[in-house]
């Protein structure tokens, strides 16, 4: 089993920033990729960014240029820097982790609570 826990969401004015950070815990050592999801009102889930292996990373490309995704395996973290928000960031933002064991072959995938981001003046 693996808990993912996000943090930093918040309101915030058009052209600030914030850091979303997301914590795993359980079998952490099973865990092969990891993503930030977003999800607004009346609106699919959409992929924002990713994380796979040790370092290869993926940016949307409606956020690309104004967020980085990084992760930290040796602290289980994953982070999010969103830079010059727009109200159309506007979303809860979901953190997402696949596994595989490697004795039986299983696969699994996790989902952390949300944490809600708000851009408005």
């Known amino acids: 089993q693996v808990q993912l826990v996000e943090s930093g969401g918040g309101l915030v004015q058009p052209g600030e920033s914030l850091r979303l950070s997301c914590a795993a815990s359980g079998s952490t050592s099973s865990i092969g990729a990891m993503g930030w999801y977003r999800q607004s009102s009346g609106k699919q889930r959409e992929l924002v960014a990713s994380?796979?292996?040790?370092?290869?990373?993926n940016i949307a490309d409606s956020v690309k240029g104004r967020f980085t995704v990084s992760r930290d395996n040796a602290k289980n973290m994953m982070y999010l820097q969103m830079n010059s928000l727009k109200p159309e960031d506007t979303a809860t933002y979901y953190c997402n982790a696949f596994t595989a064991d490697h004795i039986t072959g299983a696969h699994a995938v996790y989902w952390g609570q949300g944490t809600q981001v708000t851009v408005s003046s």
């Open positions: 994380t796979i292996g040790d370092s290869t990373t």
